[in-house]
């Protein structure tokens, strides 16, 4: 008997943005602040409280911190000694993802529950990376009193993964903690808006043409276009609109590497009004031209 098994189909964007190794000494402090990308902060040494909206948090040595896009915080070691930390910002376009990843606006680790996972041993390869790094003279340069490394292919997809698997375990603990909380496990909305969330990603996903897609989908819903929006967001952290455009990424990226069709052809499948058009936003997605990213046959 001849059997194959498949994996379905998986095409997902990671962005790592400000990922950083710091030292700050007694008295430093960091202005209250917010952005839209997920943030990791893990406590290597010393102390440093955080204040998370109106919630005063002591992040210990060992501790692990979990914050969701927008929500506004900032920082300051009033400790006697300096602060060690290790700091991811991200971004994924994975949904399903997005949802546990926004169970609450914070997550706090303690170094008891880190421990029961495989966190410090991957927070050791990624220092392991930082020292290999700054043994290389010729790979990292400095810009306003801060050391930058320049990481090669291979490195690159080392950090990739092990911060990938960083999100596994952080995904599991929060899954855990969401279970025990809420006996429905759904702190991003109610059960009717998680339903209504999931008919909205479902339709997003069906269409051939993106233009007027939301208000569409919101008349169907029949709810309004920012009802449509708030509940979505809530659920997912990303708006309508931003979901809409990592799939207009995603989509553009697969049909770019291969030769089906034109770049015009594809400008005009993703709903663009012209080439110069999709060109411009194709080239603030990745910072190349849709020709430049396009395999030479």
Known sequence: MHVEIHFSDMSHTLQIVGC?????????????HHHHLFEIIYCWDGAVTLIVDDHEIRINSGDLLLLKPGVKHHSRNDSAGPHTFFNIHFNIDDLELRNLLTASPYQHMKRENVHQTRLPAYMDEIESLLQQGLLNSGNHYW???????????????SLQGHILLIMKEVISYVTSVVLADDEDGHAGGSTLQIDVAHEIEARLQSVDCF??????????????????????????GMSPRQYLSQLKLNQAKLL???????????????????????SRQFRRWTGVSPNQFRPKP
Request: overall charge positive; some cysteine.
């Open 20 to 32: 950083h190794f710091g030292v700050k000494p007694a008295g430093w402090e960091y202005p209250r």
């Open 143 to 157: 810009m306003d009193d801060e050391r930058f490394i320049t990481l090669r292919s291979m490195e690159k997809l």
């Open 211 to 236: 233009k007027g897609v939301i208000a569409q989908i919101a008349q169907e819903q029949n709810i309004s276009r920012s009802h449509c929006h708030k509940i979505f967001t809530r659920v997912y």
């Open 256 to 278: 770019l590497l291969g030769y089906e069709f034109t770049i015009e052809e594809i400008s005009k499948k993703l709903g663009f009004s012209t080439i110069s058009h999709f």
